[in-house]
C-alpha cells in the first residue's frame, strides 16, 4: 500500500519573505495516527494547507493517497478540519454540514443519511436543530469533525481539533480519533498540545521554525528512553547509584532501560528492609520530553541567533 502522505523537502516562503517552511519531508502510512507537533508558528498549519491546496507551496514534491499533490480529484478522499475554523452563526448544526455536503457535490439523499449518521457519531445528534452560534467550542469542534468525515474520507486532515475543547471534550474527540482508526482511516492531527495525544498517537514529527527536528514511531522515538520506576515507603534506606527521590507518595526510584531485571534487586532490598512496595512500573519518555528533546535538538541545528539571545534580554 502507498503512503497516505508522502512529502520531499517542501518550502514555503510567505510575501514579505516569511519562511514558514524551510525543506520538510516525511511520511504518514496508511491506517495510522500521525500527530505533527510543534509550537505555534512552527508551520504545521501552513503544511495542511498545501496539502489542501488551500495555498501553494514555493517549492514541492511528493504524493497524497499515492496521487501528486494538487491532484484536485483526490481531496475527494480527503477530510480536513481547518485551524480555528468558524460555521456561520445563524446556521443550525444540520444546516452547516448541508451546505458543506453540497460544496462537496453529495447528492441531497446521501447528505441527509450520512449528516444524521455523522451527528450521532460525534454525539450530537440532539443539538442538530440548534444553531451553531449557541454551541461552545467543543460542540463546535464536533460538527466540524462531523463536516470533515461528512463523505466518508480515508485521509482525515484535523489542525489542532483540541484547541479550546475542556476537558471531556478532549476525551470525546480522541475516542472518536481512535474509533476512526479503526476504520482503517489515516489521520494527521496538528497540536501543540501534547498530553492528551500521547495515548493515540502512533507516529509523529516534530516540527520547529519549518523543519522536521525528529521523526518516527513513538515505538522508536523511545526505546532508549525506557524506565523502571520503583515507589515505596515505610523505610529509610541509602541508595548509591541509583536516582531516588522523596515525595508525597514516598520515594521514587527510577532505573533507566528496559530490563525488568533491573528492579529486582532493588525491590528485594526495600522489602528485606521492610519496607512497602507502592509501585513497580515501566515507563517510556513522554510526549512532552521527546517534544522538549525535539526543541534542543533544533536549537544545535539552528545555532544560538543573534535574535534569540536578544529576545532574552529584553
Ligand atoms: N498568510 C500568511 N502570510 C504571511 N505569513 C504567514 C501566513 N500564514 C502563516 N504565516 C507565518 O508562517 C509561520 C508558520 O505559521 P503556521 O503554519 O500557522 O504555524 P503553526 O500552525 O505551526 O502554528 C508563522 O511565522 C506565521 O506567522
Ligand atoms: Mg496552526
Avoid at 502510512?29 to 495542511?48: E, H, I, R
Avoid at 541567533?305 to 529576545?311: D, E, I, R
Wanted: with cysteine; proline share 4%; aromatic share 4%.
Amino acid at each position: 500500500m502507498p503512503a497516505a502522505i508522502q512529502i520531499n523537502d517542501v518550502h514555503k516562503t510567505f510575501r514579505r519573505g516569511v519562511k514558514a517552511l524551510r525543506g520538510v519531508s516525511m511520511q504518514v502510512d496508511p491506517g495510522q495516527v500521525f500527530c505533527l507537533l510543534g509550537p505555534n508558528g512552527a508551520g504545521k498549519s501552513t503544511l495542511v494547507k498545501i496539502l489542501m491546496t488551500v495555498i501553494h507551496a514555493s517549492k514541492i514534491s511528493g504524493t497524497v493517497l499515492g496521487k501528486p499533490i494538487g491532484h484536485k480529484p483526490t481531496l475527494k478522499r480527503v477530510g480536513y478540519l481547518p485551524e480555528r475554523h468558524r460555521f456561520p452563526k445563524y446556521m443550525t448544526a444540520e444546516q452547516a454540514l448541508h451546505f458543506y455536503g453540497g460544496l462537496v457535490c453529495m447528492r441531497r439523499k446521501h447528505r441527509l443519511l450520512r449528516i444524521q449518521q455523522m451527528l450521532d457519531l460525534v454525539g450530537m445528534s440532539s443539538w442538530r436543530k440548534h444553531k451553531v452560534g449557541t454551541f461552545s467550542k467543543g460542540m463546535q469542534q464536533r460538527v466540524g469533525l462531523a463536516q470533515a468525515l461528512l463523505h466518508d474520507p480515508e485521509l482525515l486532515l484535523l489542525d489542532e481539533p483540541t484547541d479550546g475543547v475542556d476537558p471531556v471534550g478532549r476525551r470525546a474527540i480522541r475516542d472518536l480519533i481512535l474509533h476512526l482508526r479503526s476504520e482503517g482511516r489515516t489521520i494527521l492531527i496538528n497540536s501543540h498540545i501534547l498530553a492528551e495525544l500521547e495515548s493515540i498517537c502512533d507516529q509523529l514529527a516534530v516540527v520547529v521554525k519549518g523543519r522536521v527536528s525528529l521523526e518516527g514511531t513513538v515505538e522508536d522515538l523511545t526505546r532508549g528512553e525506557r524506565r523502571w520506576i520503583v515507589q515505596y515507603r515505610n523505610v529509610d534506606l541509602e541508595w548509591e547509584d541509583v536516582a531516588a527521590e522523596s515525595g508525597p507518595a514516598g520515594v521514587r526510584i527510577t532505573l533507566p532501560g528496559e530490563d525488568a531485571g533491573l528492579a529486582q534487586p532493588i525491590i528485594d532490598r526495600i522489602r528485606a528492609a521492610g519496607g512497602t512496595i507502592t509501585k513497580v512500573s515501566q515507563e517510556r519518555e513522554s510526549l512532552e520530553d521527546l517534544f522538549m528533546r525535539a526543541l534542543e535538538l533544533a536549537e544545535d541545528r539552528d545555532g544560538a541567533t543573534p535574535g534569540a539571545a536578544q529576545g532574552r534580554d529584553a
